[in-house]
């Protein structure tokens, strides 16, 4: 049984930082593409950012690039997300994603349909 597990969420200020970690059990994490997405009330889900099962490739939607930045550790099952320079716009909740497979260039990871795992989801919330 697949287990995706998010924490790190909370409550933080404008220009503050968290980080987000997504542990992950029961599925072959070393060969899959890693993701996070967020869900603001009465919005729907949208991509955040992911990861090559490798490391070495990653992508951001663009609202957060420059402030976020993915990465993995194979041998902890572990995918985190750093964020800094928190805004109100961020304020969502961030749910951990994975497809399984090495497949990276022909896929659309940006597409909530690219995944077969999903977590409970963690929430963050900016305050100004």
């Known amino acids: 049984q697949v287990q995706l597990v998010e924490s790190g969420g909370g409550l933080v200020q404008v220009g503050g930082s968290l980080r987000l970690t997504c542990a992950a059990s029961?599925?072959?994490?070393?060969?899959?593409?890693m993701a996070w997405f967020r869900q603001a009330p009465g919005k729907e889900r949208e991509f955040v950012s992911a990861?090559?099962?490798?490391?070495?490739?990653?992508a951001y939607a663009d609202s957060v690039k420059g402030r976020f930045t993915i990465s993995r550790d194979n041998a902890k099952n572990t995918v985190f997300l750093q964020m800094n320079n928190l805004k109100p716009e961020d304020t969502a909740v961030y749910y951990c994603?994975?497809?399984?497979?090495?497949?990276?260039?022909?896929?659309?990871?940006?597409?909530?349909?690219?995944?077969?795992?999903w977590g409970q989801g963690t929430q963050v919330t900016v305050s100004s």
């Open positions: 994603a994975a497809r399984r497979g090495t497949a990276w260039a022909t896929i659309s990871y940006s597409r909530v349909g690219e995944y077969h795992y």
């Open positions: 990861i090559r099962w490798s490391g070495d490739s990653t």
């Open positions: 029961g599925l072959p994490f070393e060969s899959a593409v």
